[in-house]
């Protein structure tokens, strides 16, 4: 993200601004996942494979005991991802999507088309309680990686099942309100339900900061 937490435009025209030292920190964590999970805009907008990358991290998921390419996710709460979107194109890996009751019958038969499994979880807003504990039972996915966007990471946020936090800060400013930022979505009304983060490493390399946050649970008492 931006020094003011932005992480693409106002008009969504500029989404990738890390370094290559970013993207190589982005690919390592991706060899130590068993799923990569994104949103439907992000799908749409850019030309993502959800893919592990080059060869070298292909080898460094099977020296983790991991499948050579691992299963990718989107999510699309309406279903109006695009099914000719170019993630579609790549077959190496099976696709999974989560949507909701709101897609309705045509749009997830449009999808069904080009997916590996279509699932619906919940009427209005996915239960990612359930679709992860569905991801675990069904596809054995025990690390799931997700790269956004900000409503999903919001969304996930809130039904507590976010372990870790990796944050690259980079030295621009974009502003504007409407500018999607690392947590949109409906967000919390008070501070004692936001998500309290414990900082496990913070390293500096050039004009990038790379922050490691642990999420702290509630003490049960």
Known sequence: MTADGKIATENRAVSSFGSPH???????????????????????LTPITLGPGPAKYRRLRLKHGLEEYNLRVIVSGSGTLNPKAEVFKH????????????????????????????????????????ALRWLR???????????????????????????????TVAPYVFGGSRA?????GIGVPWLKLGTNLQLKSARRRDKELFLVYKVKRPSKR
Do not use: H, Y
């Open 91 to 130: 077959k190496f890996s099976p696709i999974i999507i989560l949507t909701t009751a709101q897609a309705g019958a045509p749009r997830l038969k449009a999808l069904r088309a080009v997916a590996s499994e279509v699932r619906v979880f919940g009427r209005k807003d996915i239960d990612f309680v359930k």
């Open 180 to 184: 999607p930022t690392i947590s949109d």
């Open 22 to 44: 970013d993207l190589k920190l982005l690919l390592g964590l991706r060899a130590t996942a068993d799923a990569i999970m994104s949103g439907a805009r992000t799908a749409d």
């Open 137 to 167: 039972q069904t596809w054995k996915v025990k690390r799931l990686l997700c790269e956004g966007g900000g409503e999903i990471n919001d969304a996930l946020f809130r039904a507590g099942v976010v372990n870790e936090l990796n944050l």
